[in-house]
């Protein structure tokens, strides 16, 4: 209930921008992840074709983040965040109608912009609504409507695709179509400073910003780390139990335990140093992945098997060493996550917090896709599972990177930001 009553202090544009991405993330969720199978068997596209659809999707949201970022310094955040809404609206539609290529492609074009553009739009939103001592609180909370949204959207999209891929398009487009209009409707707009200079000028002044280069840098591993939910830790998980359906251990693991902790974690370190509590969060996100590198040292999970020799004791031993790998990043991102949003726009004007965002996500999601790719190359090198030295080089990203931002905060190159002790939880 202390959360509760915590979030109806906040303005009411941000408890809008928390339902919202519970929306945002249900709606995604529930039709994305099966969007690959759907394109491959029911439309029969080669796996090439799937791969460019799925790729423009994410490239065209990764390399426009700034374009976003910027839209949201220059219009207003609440413009942004609407017309995003709108264009997912659409790229979804058209995914439940499309056949062609050229009708996929423009759905996965549309509903890549639209993340681009309320992504950070929806962050800077908060931030600058929210005084500074309880942006880490509300970007908290955010975090737990996020997996809330997560979680339920594969739950409903799996009920969904019993009837059919087009019913679950379809109810995806309308979950973005009823937020657009309570967005319109509810969002309260927010004056927009003027600017002197250009488009140009302020990325000039965001990306010339040492300070900032250095940070975005170091907490990109944040980033490059939580990717391998997708997969070095499902790997690992199918390797040795060899059922892919043991996957989904890793998701509940990693809700369950955002749902119950974050709002206790980011508590705890709301009075402390923000440097201090960034490497710590990169540093146990790192060690966690030390324990499945460490397993292939253990006798029953130094190779891979099949679940179906196996019983439920048995399954659950094996997957051990990924679960806590799981855990460990999860506690890691609930300790960093919310100071990481919480002081991007403090390494600027107010008047550019949109941008700032906007570039902190395009060089995380570089780092992020350039890492994974290394690290997938690396879980199998010549051919042979190697999943070891994967989780060994995350490890070593997440130690790197923590002992970066422990450099920048002995330079003083981490702003300070007003903080107060938080309330005890009741």
């Known amino acids: 209930m202390t959360a509760v009553r915590r979030i109806r202090d906040f303005p009411l544009s941000v408890q809008l921008l928390l339902v919202n991405q519970l929306g945002v993330n249900l709606g995604f969720y529930l039709l994305v992840p099966y969007l690959a199978t759907h394109l491959a068997d029911d439309l029969g596209l080669s796996l090439a074709m799937v791969g460019l659809v799925l790729g423009v999707r994410n490239l065209s949201q990764q390399g426009l983040f700034l374009i976003g970022g910027s839209a949201s310094d220059r ?11 709108g264009l997912r609206t659409v790229g979804f539609g ?15 074009v549309l ?8 992504n950070p739009a929806v962050r800077a939103y908060i931030a600058v609504e929210m005084p500074a001592d309880r942006r880490a609180e509300a970007f908290a909370l955010f975090n737990v409507f996020a997996q809330v949204g997560a979680l339920l959207g594969p739950l409903l999209g799996s009920v969904l695709l019993l009837v059919g891929f087009r019913i679950a398009a379809v109810t995806a487009a309308a979950v973005f179509a009823v937020l657009t209009a309570a967005q319109t409707v509810a969002l309260p707009g927010r004056t927009v400073p003027e600017h002197a200079g250009s488009v140009l000028a302020d990325w000039r002044e965001c990306v010339t910003n040492p300070r900032f280069r250095a940070f975005a840098v170091a907490l990109s591993g944040m980033f490059a780390l939580q990717n391998q939910l997708y997969l070095v830790l499902p790997m690992e998980a ?4 060899g059922a892919p359906s043991t996957v989904a251990a890793i998701f509940v693991v990693s809700t369950v335990a955002t749902l119950l902790w974050q709002v206790r974690i980011t508590r705890r370190y709301a009075g402390r140093s923000r440097g201090h509590a960034l490497t710590l969060g990169l540093a146990v996100m ?7 590198a460490l397993a292939y040292l253990l006798p029953w999970t130094a190779t891979a098997t099949d679940a179906s020799d196996l019983g439920p004791v048995a399954v659950a031993v094996r997957l ?7 855990l460990f990043l999860s506690v890691g991102v609930m300790i960093a996550q919310p100071f990481v949003y919480e002081l991007i726009p403090s390494f600027g004007r107010e008047q550019v917090a949109g941008t700032y965002f906007g570039l902190f996500y395009l060089v995380s999601g570089v780092v992020a896709a350039a890492s994974t790719a290394v690290i997938g190359w690396v879980g199998e090198l010549g051919g042979r599972p ?20 422990a450099v920048l905060e002995r330079r003083g190159a981490l702003r300070s930001v007003v903080v107060v002790s938080p309330e005890p939880a009741r």
């Open 75 to 85: 219009i207003g955040p609440r413009r942004v965040i609407i017309a995003g809404c």
């Open 94 to 108: 058209l995914f439940a109608v499309g056949e062609s290529v050229q009708l996929l492609l423009a759905a996965a």
């Open 111 to 118: 509903s890549g912009v639209a993340g681009a553009l309320f």
């Open 238 to 241: 199918e390797r040795l139990t």
């Open 286 to 292: 790192g060690a966690g992945f030390a324990v499945p």
């Open 320 to 326: 051990l060493p990924v679960l806590l790998a799981t």
């Open 386 to 405: 190697t999943g070891w030295l994967a989780a060994l080089l995350c490890a070593g990203i997440g130690l790197v990177c923590a002992a970066a931002v």
